[in-house]
Protein backbone atom coordinates (compact mmCIF):
# COMPACT_ATOMS: atom_id res chain seq x y z
CA UNK A 1 0.00 0.00 0.00
CA UNK A 2 1.54 3.15 -1.07
CA UNK A 3 -0.31 6.76 0.15
CA UNK A 4 -1.10 9.31 -2.22
CA UNK A 5 1.21 12.12 -0.88
CA UNK A 6 -0.28 15.11 -3.60
CA UNK A 7 -2.86 15.63 -1.11
CA UNK A 8 -0.72 16.24 2.29
CA UNK A 9 -0.43 18.70 4.38
CA UNK A 10 1.46 19.52 7.20
CA UNK A 11 -0.02 18.92 10.71
CA UNK A 12 -2.49 15.56 8.98
CA UNK A 13 -1.87 12.24 9.99
CA UNK A 14 -0.43 8.89 8.28
CA UNK A 15 -2.10 5.87 7.93
CA UNK A 16 -0.68 4.08 10.93
CA UNK A 17 -0.01 -0.08 11.58
CA UNK A 18 -0.89 -2.09 14.35
CA UNK A 19 1.35 -4.66 15.25
CA UNK A 20 2.06 -7.47 18.12
CA UNK A 21 5.75 -7.14 19.08
CA UNK A 22 7.76 -10.17 18.32
CA UNK A 23 11.46 -10.75 18.54
CA UNK A 24 12.32 -14.74 17.55
CA UNK A 25 15.46 -14.48 19.31
CA UNK A 26 13.44 -13.52 22.98
CA UNK A 27 11.40 -16.49 21.98
CA UNK A 28 13.81 -19.08 21.54
CA UNK A 29 16.55 -18.66 23.27
CA UNK A 30 18.01 -17.55 26.57
CA UNK A 31 19.87 -14.61 27.46
CA UNK A 32 23.22 -14.21 30.26
CA UNK A 33 22.05 -12.85 33.50
CA UNK A 34 22.89 -9.46 32.69
CA UNK A 35 21.64 -9.35 28.99
CA UNK A 36 18.57 -6.71 29.01
CA UNK A 37 17.07 -9.14 27.04
CA UNK A 38 16.60 -11.48 30.79
CA UNK A 39 13.17 -11.28 32.53
CA UNK A 40 14.53 -11.57 36.02
CA UNK A 41 17.21 -8.81 35.33
CA UNK A 42 15.51 -6.30 33.54
CA UNK A 43 13.19 -6.39 36.59
CA UNK A 44 15.61 -5.77 38.74
CA UNK A 45 16.28 -2.47 36.95
CA UNK A 46 12.75 -1.06 36.83
CA UNK A 47 11.56 -2.61 33.73
CA UNK A 48 8.33 -5.02 33.20
CA UNK A 49 10.37 -7.38 31.20
CA UNK A 50 13.15 -8.19 28.88
CA UNK A 51 13.65 -5.67 26.27
CA UNK A 52 13.02 -6.09 22.76
CA UNK A 53 15.99 -5.07 20.85
CA UNK A 54 15.99 -1.54 19.57
CA UNK A 55 16.57 -3.42 15.89
CA UNK A 56 13.39 -5.10 16.23
CA UNK A 57 11.03 -2.00 16.35
CA UNK A 58 12.79 -0.01 13.92
CA UNK A 59 11.70 -1.84 11.39
CA UNK A 60 8.31 -1.96 12.34
CA UNK A 61 8.30 1.68 11.83
CA UNK A 62 10.13 1.14 8.70
CA UNK A 63 7.59 -0.92 7.13
CA UNK A 64 5.42 2.54 8.16
CA UNK A 65 7.22 4.42 6.13
CA UNK A 66 7.44 2.27 3.36
CA UNK A 67 3.90 2.08 3.51
CA UNK A 68 3.69 5.97 3.33
CA UNK A 69 6.61 6.64 0.30
CA UNK A 70 6.31 3.35 -1.58
CA UNK A 71 9.56 2.71 -3.55
CA UNK A 72 10.90 6.02 -3.08
CA UNK A 73 11.49 5.05 0.70
CA UNK A 74 14.23 2.97 -0.90
CA UNK A 75 16.97 5.56 -2.14
CA UNK A 76 15.71 8.60 -0.48
CA UNK A 77 14.58 7.85 3.01
CA UNK A 78 15.99 8.79 6.58
CA UNK A 79 14.77 7.95 9.78
CA UNK A 80 16.00 8.80 12.92
CA UNK A 81 14.67 6.89 16.28
CA UNK A 82 14.47 6.92 20.01
CA UNK A 83 13.87 4.65 22.08
CA UNK A 84 12.67 6.09 25.76
CA UNK A 85 10.64 4.64 29.01
CA UNK A 86 10.10 1.33 29.55
CA UNK A 87 10.48 -0.03 26.18
CA UNK A 88 8.71 -2.50 24.43
CA UNK A 89 7.88 -6.62 25.53
CA UNK A 90 7.29 -9.69 23.42
CA UNK A 91 3.96 -9.45 22.67
CA UNK A 92 2.88 -5.85 23.28
CA UNK A 93 0.30 -4.88 21.06
CA UNK A 94 1.33 -1.19 19.49
CA UNK A 95 0.37 1.25 16.97
CA UNK A 96 3.05 2.60 14.70
CA UNK A 97 1.46 6.21 13.76
CA UNK A 98 3.15 9.84 12.61
CA UNK A 99 1.89 13.12 11.20
CA UNK A 100 3.59 15.50 8.73
CA UNK A 101 5.42 17.59 10.24
CA UNK A 102 7.08 19.55 7.07
CA UNK A 103 7.20 20.19 2.92
CA UNK A 104 10.73 20.99 2.07
CA UNK A 105 10.95 22.00 -1.75
CA UNK A 106 14.78 21.33 -2.83
CA UNK A 107 16.63 20.68 -5.87
CA UNK A 108 15.50 16.35 -5.93
CA UNK A 109 11.96 16.90 -5.31
CA UNK A 110 9.99 18.09 -2.32
CA UNK A 111 10.92 16.19 0.78
CA UNK A 112 7.90 15.10 3.27
CA UNK A 113 9.17 14.92 6.90
CA UNK A 114 7.10 13.22 9.41
CA UNK A 115 7.29 13.11 13.11
CA UNK A 116 6.70 9.36 14.08
CA UNK A 117 6.32 7.14 17.44
CA UNK A 118 5.23 4.24 18.15
CA UNK A 119 2.15 4.09 20.71
CA UNK A 120 1.57 0.53 23.07
CA UNK A 121 -1.65 0.34 23.31
CA UNK A 122 -1.96 -0.08 26.78
CA UNK A 123 -0.08 3.44 27.49
CA UNK A 124 3.46 4.59 26.77
CA UNK A 125 5.39 5.75 23.85
CA UNK A 126 8.11 3.98 23.79
CA UNK A 127 9.75 5.05 20.36
CA UNK A 128 9.81 8.78 19.20
CA UNK A 129 11.12 10.46 15.95
CA UNK A 130 11.66 11.65 13.02
CA UNK A 131 11.14 10.22 9.17
CA UNK A 132 11.54 11.64 5.77
CA UNK A 133 11.91 10.79 1.99
CA UNK A 134 11.43 12.68 -1.91
CA UNK A 135 7.96 11.75 -3.07
CA UNK A 136 8.20 14.16 -5.92
CA UNK A 137 10.62 15.05 -8.80
CA UNK A 138 11.59 18.89 -8.97
CA UNK A 139 8.98 21.15 -10.84
CA UNK B 1 37.42 -14.71 21.93
CA UNK B 2 36.05 -10.62 22.14
CA UNK B 3 37.56 -8.51 24.40
CA UNK B 4 35.50 -7.51 27.41
CA UNK B 5 33.51 -3.85 26.51
CA UNK B 6 35.13 -0.84 28.43
CA UNK B 7 34.28 2.78 27.98
CA UNK B 8 37.50 3.18 29.03
CA UNK B 9 39.23 1.26 26.36
CA UNK B 10 37.03 2.59 23.68
CA UNK B 11 38.35 5.12 21.30
CA UNK B 12 37.14 7.52 19.63
CA UNK B 13 37.98 7.18 15.78
CA UNK B 14 38.83 3.15 16.08
CA UNK B 15 37.71 1.34 13.22
CA UNK B 16 35.30 -1.83 13.48
CA UNK B 17 34.62 -4.37 11.21
CA UNK B 18 34.42 -4.90 8.08
CA UNK B 19 31.20 -7.44 8.95
CA UNK B 20 29.50 -9.42 5.86
CA UNK B 21 25.92 -10.73 5.99
CA UNK B 22 24.59 -12.61 2.74
CA UNK B 23 20.64 -11.54 1.92
CA UNK B 24 19.32 -15.03 1.39
CA UNK B 25 15.64 -15.71 0.41
CA UNK B 26 15.51 -17.48 3.84
CA UNK B 27 16.86 -14.38 6.26
CA UNK B 28 14.22 -12.44 3.96
CA UNK B 29 11.10 -14.63 4.50
CA UNK B 30 12.69 -15.18 7.80
CA UNK B 31 12.49 -11.39 8.22
CA UNK B 32 8.99 -11.07 6.86
CA UNK B 33 7.76 -13.64 9.28
CA UNK B 34 9.04 -12.15 12.43
CA UNK B 35 7.96 -8.73 11.52
CA UNK B 36 4.58 -9.48 9.72
CA UNK B 37 6.01 -7.69 6.83
CA UNK B 38 4.96 -10.07 3.87
CA UNK B 39 5.20 -6.91 1.36
CA UNK B 40 5.52 -8.47 -2.41
CA UNK B 41 8.77 -6.25 -2.86
CA UNK B 42 10.43 -8.29 -0.46
CA UNK B 43 9.17 -11.63 -1.41
CA UNK B 44 8.17 -11.66 -5.46
CA UNK B 45 9.24 -8.73 -7.66
CA UNK B 46 10.05 -5.20 -7.35
CA UNK B 47 10.63 -1.84 -9.79
CA UNK B 48 13.86 -3.49 -9.83
CA UNK B 49 12.97 -6.58 -11.13
CA UNK B 50 13.73 -9.30 -8.47
CA UNK B 51 13.04 -8.86 -5.09
CA UNK B 52 14.80 -6.62 -2.84
CA UNK B 53 15.83 -6.70 0.95
CA UNK B 54 13.23 -4.85 3.46
CA UNK B 55 14.92 -1.61 3.77
CA UNK B 56 15.32 -2.27 7.60
CA UNK B 57 16.91 -5.53 7.51
CA UNK B 58 19.88 -5.89 9.27
CA UNK B 59 19.93 -1.98 9.89
CA UNK B 60 19.38 -1.86 13.79
CA UNK B 61 21.84 -4.27 14.20
CA UNK B 62 24.72 -3.37 12.36
CA UNK B 63 25.97 -0.88 15.34
CA UNK B 64 26.16 -4.16 17.15
CA UNK B 65 27.39 -6.41 15.06
CA UNK B 66 30.56 -4.12 14.50
CA UNK B 67 31.03 -3.51 18.71
CA UNK B 68 30.22 -7.49 18.66
CA UNK B 69 32.89 -8.62 16.41
CA UNK B 70 35.77 -6.92 18.64
CA UNK B 71 34.20 -7.09 21.95
CA UNK B 72 31.58 -9.03 24.24
CA UNK B 73 28.77 -6.47 23.84
CA UNK B 74 25.98 -8.44 25.07
CA UNK B 75 24.87 -6.32 27.95
CA UNK B 76 24.21 -3.65 25.41
CA UNK B 77 21.03 -1.99 24.41
CA UNK B 78 19.88 0.82 21.13
CA UNK B 79 18.66 4.16 22.26
CA UNK B 80 19.11 6.11 19.07
CA UNK B 81 19.47 4.59 15.90
CA UNK B 82 19.57 6.74 12.74
CA UNK B 83 19.25 5.56 9.14
CA UNK B 84 19.73 7.31 5.28
CA UNK B 85 18.62 4.55 2.22
CA UNK B 86 20.86 5.43 -0.83
CA UNK B 87 19.70 2.42 -2.94
CA UNK B 88 17.52 -1.01 -2.71
CA UNK B 89 19.70 -4.21 -2.48
CA UNK B 90 18.92 -7.33 -3.81
CA UNK B 91 18.06 -10.33 -2.64
CA UNK B 92 21.10 -12.64 -3.15
CA UNK B 93 23.82 -10.06 -2.47
CA UNK B 94 25.99 -9.95 0.63
CA UNK B 95 26.13 -7.15 2.28
CA UNK B 96 29.29 -5.77 4.27
CA UNK B 97 29.49 -3.15 6.53
CA UNK B 98 32.23 -0.87 7.93
CA UNK B 99 32.22 1.84 10.53
CA UNK B 100 34.23 3.91 13.25
CA UNK B 101 33.28 4.53 17.00
CA UNK B 102 32.67 7.64 16.31
CA UNK B 103 32.04 9.28 19.82
CA UNK B 104 31.83 8.38 23.04
CA UNK B 105 30.04 9.65 26.08
CA UNK B 106 28.62 9.57 29.93
CA UNK B 107 25.18 10.65 30.39
CA UNK B 108 23.60 10.57 34.14
CA UNK B 109 26.63 7.87 35.08
CA UNK B 110 25.21 5.62 32.03
CA UNK B 111 27.79 4.89 29.47
CA UNK B 112 27.26 4.98 25.32
CA UNK B 113 29.07 4.76 22.23
CA UNK B 114 28.15 6.21 19.05
CA UNK B 115 28.66 3.93 16.00
CA UNK B 116 28.79 5.20 12.72
CA UNK B 117 28.73 2.69 9.61
CA UNK B 118 28.37 2.57 6.13
CA UNK B 119 26.76 -0.62 4.09
CA UNK B 120 27.86 -1.51 0.70
CA UNK B 121 26.47 -3.81 -1.72
CA UNK B 122 28.85 -6.28 -4.00
CA UNK B 123 30.31 -3.96 -6.33
CA UNK B 124 30.74 -1.64 -3.11
CA UNK B 125 27.67 0.90 -3.85
CA UNK B 126 26.51 2.24 -1.15
CA UNK B 127 23.13 1.47 -0.09
CA UNK B 128 22.94 2.98 3.27
CA UNK B 129 24.78 4.69 6.19
CA UNK B 130 23.91 4.28 9.79
CA UNK B 131 24.46 5.93 12.97
CA UNK B 132 23.50 4.41 16.13
CA UNK B 133 24.01 5.40 20.04
CA UNK B 134 24.27 2.63 22.04
CA UNK B 135 24.03 1.91 25.99
CA UNK B 136 27.16 -0.32 27.00
CA UNK B 137 24.99 -1.43 29.50
CA UNK B 138 22.40 -0.87 32.72
CA UNK B 139 25.53 -0.22 34.88
CA UNK B 140 25.73 3.17 36.36
CA UNK B 141 29.49 4.63 36.65
CA UNK B 142 30.36 5.31 40.01
CA UNK B 143 29.21 8.87 41.43
CA UNK B 144 32.65 9.92 41.88
CA UNK B 145 33.56 9.25 38.47
CA UNK B 146 31.07 10.67 36.16
Known sequence: MTVDLAGLRVGDAIPGTRKTIYQRALAESQFSKDSIHNDDYTRTKGYPGALVSAYVLAGYMSELMVNLFGWSWFSTGRIGLTFIGKGVQQGDPVICGGRVKALEDGPDGRRVVVEIWMDKEDGGRPVIGEASAIWAPPA | ?146
Open chain 2, 1 to 146: MAEVLSYDALVVGEALGPVQTRITEKAVRAYCDDWDDPNPCYLETSPLGGPVAPPAFMAGLTGFRLLGAKYDARATIGVKTEHENLAPIPVGQTMTTSGVVADKYVKRGLEYVVITSTSTDEAGKAFRRSTDHILLSLKRRPADDR
